[in-house]
């Protein structure tokens, strides 16, 4: 069945450095790809989104790129902030949804 | 635009009693989702309902969970009897449609659920 791992965390970075989580998916069709983030004591909510084979999401700094060859939809941000402090949940949409189990990043003035 | 409402916020219960949460999705919303998220794990979807319609129940353990969508607007959770293991938060979402995978699914706050 279709099934979305991402690297575990917790994930604990200085502010202005580079952030990476690693997503990779299973997936039986052509899915849809998503990272959501949910703030402490809020609801989760879309980050971004990759529709097709190539296609890059991006929001807010954050970017990845749905990589069909790998199956993978790795999150990246060039300089994290302490306001981006989460937990990122990285899913895909196949008519149903899966998601992962989430990775907390810790950053750190 | 008003987002995703769902009451209770917080929960707590004895194990064998029965609880029910609500959640209003956002207006013209055709399919509303209900999720489990035990602490440190990802969401795993419940049931999703399309209009008033059951699409998808397949994980809902139906012996003790029941779910209803009259009217096809809001929609209410049950439990009975809870037990220990129910402990989590049960996340409401709404999404314009289901059959396009691209669809967006908007979340509410949750409702965090204690089961002594």
């Known amino acids: 069945g279709d099934s979305v791992t991402q690297m575990e965390g917790p994930v604990t970075l200085s502010e202005e450095a580079f952030l990476t989580i690693n997503c990779t998916y299973t997936?039986?069709?052509?899915?849809?790809l998503f990272w959501y983030v949910q703030y402490p004591g809020e609801g989760l909510q879309l980050l971004l989104k990759a529709t097709k084979a190539d296609d890059k999401g991006s929001n807010k700094g954050f970017e990845a790129t749905y990589r069909k060859e790998t199956t993978s939809f790795h999150l990246e941000k060039g300089s994290v902030q302490v306001s981006d402090s989460a937990v990122y949940f990285c899913?895909?949409?196949?008519?149903?949804?899966?998601f992962g189990s989430g990775t907390k990043l810790n950053v750190k003035p | 635009e008003a987002g995703v409402a769902q009451s209770p916020r917080y929960k707590i219960i004895e194990k064998r009693q029965s609880v029910a949460f609500w959640c209003n999705p956002i207006?013209?919303?055709?399919?509303l989702y209900w999720y489990q998220q035990i602490l440190g794990q990802g969401p795993k979807l419940l049931i999703q309902?399309?209009?008033?319609?059951?699409?998808?129940d397949s994980q809902l353990p139906k012996d003790r969970f029941s779910a209803e969508r009259l009217k096809g607007v809001d929609s209410t959770l049950k439990i009975q009897p809870a037990k220990l293991e129910d402990s989590a938060v049960y996340l409401c979402?709404?999404?314009?449609?289901?059959?396009?995978?691209?669809?967006?699914?908007?979340f509410g706050p949750g409702t965090r659920l204690t089961v002594l």
């Open positions: 207006s013209g919303h055709a399919t």
């Open positions: 899913a895909l949409s196949d008519n149903k949804f899966y």
């Open positions: 997936a039986t069709g052509y899915p849809s």
């Open positions: 979402a709404s999404s314009l449609g289901t059959s396009g995978r691209a669809y967006e699914q908007f």
């Open positions: 309902f399309q209009n008033n319609g059951v699409v998808d």
